[in-house]
C-alpha cells in the first residue's frame, strides 16, 4: 500500500471537511458560517508562513486585508476592472506594499517587529476611515457582484448565494493550503524554518536571512488581501473595520489557538474562533470572556495550539 | 483524525441549531449592544426586550404570541451579515428590527432584500432608503431633515449668512454635506465653514475665524459625541453673541451637562417628542405614546430614556402594527402592510410610509428646542 505524506493526508480531510460537512447542514445559515470560516482558514494559512514557518509575528495584517477588500469595491466603480480582476489587483497591491514596508521593518525582531507591523495596520486603517472622498470613511462602501454565480447559473449549476460563497471559498482555502504545504517542503520552506530555528546558523549554513523573510511577508500578505476580498465580495458591503486591529489580533489568535505551526491546525483554530460567537449568542455578554479563557488554558496547557496537542495526545495513546 | 474532526464540527453545528425555538410570530433582531456603538445599540436591545414582553401582556399580535430573536453584532458588519442570515435561514424570522450602525444596516439589508423578508433600520444614513429598495424601512430621521429643520427657523429669523463648524467623525461630515446641499432652498448663504477633529479639545482658532467671517448672522455645529459641548463652551468664552444651532446628535440631557448650563443657555437644536414629553401639548399624538414609553423603560431599566432606544421603539410598533393590519405573518405581507403605513405615531415622529417613502416622516417630526435655564424650551 503507498504511504500517504501528510501534506496530502492534510489535503484530503480539508477536501473532504468541505465536501462533506453540508450534507449535515440543517439551514443555508451555515454555509454562510462555513464561508466565513474558510476565509478567515485563508488569512491565517498566510500566518502560518510568515509565524509558524518563518517565525515572524505580524500585528497589522488586517492591513493587507482591508486592501484586498476595498480593492474589490473601488477598482470596478473607478477603474471599470471587473471584480474578480481587482482582487488580483488588490493582491498585486498588497505584495508591493508589503514589499515595501517589509524591508525596513523586517530587520526588526521580537516585538519591536510586532509594532512596526501594528503601525502599518493602523495606518491602513486610518486612510480608509479618513479619505472619504475615496472609500466614503467609516460607514463603509457597497462592493459590486463578483457575477460568478449567474456565469455557473447559465451552465446549469444553480447555487444559492450562501452554497456558492461556500464552495468558492472553500476552493480558495483548499488551493492556498496545497501552496502553503507545499511550501513547506520546498527549499524555500526549509530556509523559512531554518531561520526560525536561529538566524545565525541559518546565515551560516548560505541563506540569505532578510530575503527569505520579506518573501514570507510577502506571501503571507497576499492570503491576507485575497481574504479581504473575499468577505468584501460575499458581504457585497465593507466597512474599514476590515482592517482594524482586532481584526488583526484576531488572526493571529485563530493561528496560535489551533496550532500556528501546522495549516490543518491553524485552520481548526478559524473555525472555532469565527463558531464560538455564534455558539456563545446565548450569552453573548461572556463572549470575550469565554474566548479570553480559552487562549489562556491553550496557551498553559497545550503551547503548540490545540490540534497539534491533540493528535500528539492521540497517537501516544495509539502506541 | 477525519473523524474525530468530523465529530467536532458535527457537535458544534449540533450546538448551533439548539438554540432554536418553536414560536407562533417570530420577529428578529440584530443591534449593537456592545462594541463602539453599544451606546446606541444598548438602549435598542433592552427597548426591543421590554416591548415583546410588552405586546405579549397584552395579548399578542391577532392572538398569537411574538418571540423576539435578538442578537449583538458589536457593531461590526461582517457579524451582522452573519446574524442576518442567521435570522433569516435558520430562525425563520418574518421581519427584522435592527442595524444600530449605518454598516450593519448595509450589511443586513442585502441579506433581507435577498430574501425578501422586511427590515426596520435603526440607522440614521439616507442610503439605507434611497435610492427605495422594496423591502427596507427605516425609523430615524435623515441628517438632510434636521438641515432643513435648522434652515427654515433661520429663515424665520430672517438669516441669510451662517457659519459652519463641524466635526470630521462620519456623523459631522454626513451633515455638513447634506447642510451644504439643501442651505440654497432657503436663500441661506454659507459664508464659514470650519472642521475640527472629534478628539479636539479646544476648538477657539475655528470659531474665531467665523466670527470674523462678513455678514455672519448665525452658527450652525453639526457634531457628535463630545465636540459639540466643547464647541459650545468655546463659543461662550469668547462672548460670540450670535444665535448658535447645534444638530440633533447631541439632543440629550447629557449634551446641557457636558457644556455647562451657562454656556449651552439660549442653544437651539432640533430634537424629537421623546425629550419633552411635559412640554407636548395635550392633544398631541405623540404625547401618550413618549409618556408611557419613558415611563416604561426608565422603571424596568432605571436609566434614561433616549432618542435611540425611541427608534427601536418606533421600529418594533411599525412592524406589529403592519402584521396586525395584514392580519398575517408572511414576509412579504408585512411588507406590504408597511408601506401602506399610515398615521402611526411613534417616539420619532408620525410615520407614514409610501411606494416612494420608506422613512415616512416629515419636518413636523423635528421640534426645535432651546436649552433655557439648563432645560428644554420648545420654539414656536
Known amino acids: ?319 | 483524525m477525519k473523524k474525530t474532526l468530523t465529530t467536532t464540527a458535527l457537535g458544534l453545528l449540533a450546538a448551533l441549531g439548539a438554540t432554536a425555538a418553536m414560536a407562533d410570530i417570530k420577529i428578529g433582531a440584530s443591534v449593537s449592544a456592545t462594541g463602539p456603538a453599544a451606546f446606541l445599540g444598548d438602549p435598542e436591545a433592552k427597548t426591543l426586550e421590554m416591548l415583546v414582553e410588552e405586546t405579549n401582556a397584552a395579548g399578542g399580535i391577532n392572538g398569537e404570541k411574538v418571540v423576539l430573536v435578538l442578537y449583538d453584532d458589536g457593531g461590526d458588519p461582517n457579524k451582522a451579515r452573519t446574524f442576518a442570515t442567521r435570522l433569516v435561514e435558520d430562525d425563520e424570522v418574518v421581519a427584522i428590527v435592527g442595524g444600530t450602525t449605518t454598516g450593519t444596516s448595509m450589511s443586513i439589508l442585502s441579506v433581507t432584500e435577498d430574501a425578501e423578508v422586511p427590515f426596520v433600520s435603526l440607522a440614521g444614513a439616507i442610503d439605507i432608503i434611497q435610492p427605495v429598495k422594496p423591502f427596507t424601512f427605516k425609523t430615524p430621521h435623515t441628517d438632510r431633515m434636521a438641515c432643513q429643520k435648522i434652515f427654515e427657523d433661520m429663515q424665520k429669523r430672517g438669516f441669510t449668512k451662517v457659519g459652519l463648524i463641524s466635526g470630521t467623525d462620519g456623523f459631522g461630515a454626513s451633515m455638513q454635506a447634506q447642510c451644504k446641499d439643501v442651505v440654497s432652498d432657503y436663500g441661506i448663504e454659507i459664508v464659514a465653514d470650519e472642521t475640527y477633529d472629534p478628539k479636539d479639545s479646544d476648538m477657539t482658532a475655528q470659531l474665531t475665524k467665523i466670527r470674523n467671517a462678513e455678514g455672519i448672522q448665525a452658527v450652525l455645529n453639526p457634531g457628535f459625541g463630545q465636540g459639540p459641548s466643547i464647541v459650545t463652551r468655546n463659543y461662550k468664552q469668547l462672548g460670540i453673541e450670535l444665535p448658535f444651532y447645534q444638530s440633533h446628535g447631541v439632543a440629550s440631557a447629557g449634551f446641557i451637562e457636558l457644556a455647562g448650563v451657562e454656556a449651552a443657555e439660549g442653544v437651539r437644536l432640533p430634537g424629537n417628542a421623546l425629550l419633552i414629553p411635559e412640554l407636548l401639548a395635550d392633544g398631541d399624538v405623540q404625547k401618550p405614546i413618549v409618556t408611557a414609553y419613558k415611563a416604561a423603560y426608565e422603571a424596568k431599566t432605571g436609566q434614561p430614556v433616549g432618542t435611540f432606544g425611541g427608534y427601536a421603539h418606533d421600529g418594533w410598533h411599525l412592524v406589529t402594527d403592519a402584521i396586525k393590519r395584514a392580519g398575517s405573518a408572511e414576509p412579504q405581507a408585512i411588507r406590504d402592510a408597511l408601506e401602506a403605513t399610515s398615521g402611526l405615531a411613534g417616539t420619532t415622529g408620525i410615520y407614514s410610509m409610501s411606494a416612494e417613502d420608506h422613512l415616512g416622516l416629515d419636518l413636523s417630526a423635528f421640534r426645535m428646542l432651546e436649552i433655557r435655564d439648563g432645560k428644554w424650551a420648545l420654539v414656536e
Open chain 1, 1 to 319: 500500500m503507498m504511504k500517504i505524506s501528510p501534506k496530502t493526508a492534510t489535503l484530503l480531510v480539508l477536501t473532504a471537511l468541505v465536501a462533506i460537512t453540508p450534507f449535515f447542514f440543517p439551514s443555508g445559515y451555515y454555509y454562510r458560517v462555513g464561508a466565513l470560516i474558510f476565509v478567515n482558514g485563508l488569512a491565517v494559512t498566510g500566518i502560518v508562513i510568515l509565524t509558524g514557518y518563518a517565525g515572524q509575528i505580524s500585528l497589522g495584517h488586517a492591513g493587507f486585508a482591508g486592501i484586498g477588500g476595498y480593492a474589490c469595491a473601488l477598482a470596478p466603480v473607478h477603474w471599470g476592472i471587473h471584480p474578480a480582476l481587482a482582487v488580483v489587483l488588490g493582491a498585486a497591491i498588497s505584495a508591493g506594499l508589503a514589499y515595501l514596508v517589509g524591508r525596513p521593518i523586517l530587520r526588526l525582531k521580537g516585538y519591536y517587529l510586532g509594532v512596526a507591523t501594528l503601525g502599518f495596520g493602523i495606518l491602513v486603517s486610518m486612510v480608509l476611515n479618513n479619505e472619504r472622498d475615496l472609500t466614503r470613511g467609516p460607514d463603509g462602501i457597497e462592493v459590486p457582484e463578483l457575477g460568478l454565480r449567474a456565469v455557473l447559473k447559465d451552465w446549469g449549476l444553480n447555487l444559492s448565494n450562501g452554497e456558492f460563497w461556500y464552495y468558492f471559498c472553500g476552493l480558495f482555502l483548499i488551493v492556498g493550503a496545497w501552496i502553503a504545504l507545499n511550501l513547506h517542503s520546498s527549499p524555500a520552506g526549509r530556509a523559512l524554518r531554518a531561520l526560525h530555528g536561529s538566524e545565525v546558523a541559518a546565515r551560516t549554513v548560505g541563506i540569505d536571512v532578510p530575503r527569505m523573510k520579506l518573501q514570507a511577508f510577502v506571501i503571507s500578505a497576499v492570503y491576507a488581501s485575497v481574504s479581504g476580498s473575499l468577505l468584501a465580495l460575499q458581504n457585497k458591503f465593507i466597512t474599514p473595520d476590515v482592517a482594524g486591529f482586532m481584526h488583526s489580533i484576531e488572526m493571529v489568535t485563530m493561528a496560535v489557538l489551533g496550532g500556528v505551526g501546522s495549516v490543518l491546525g491553524a485552520i481548526f483554530g478559524a473555525g472555532i474562533l469565527t463558531l464560538l460567537p455564534q455558539v456563545l449568542t446565548v450569552f453573548a455578554e461572556y463572549e470575550q470572556m469565554v474566548l479570553g479563557l480559552v487562549m489562556v488554558l491553550v496557551m498553559i496547557f497545550l503551547r503548540e495550539g490545540l490540534l497539534p496537542s491533540i493528535l500528539r495526545r492521540l497517537r501516544g495513546r495509539g502506541e
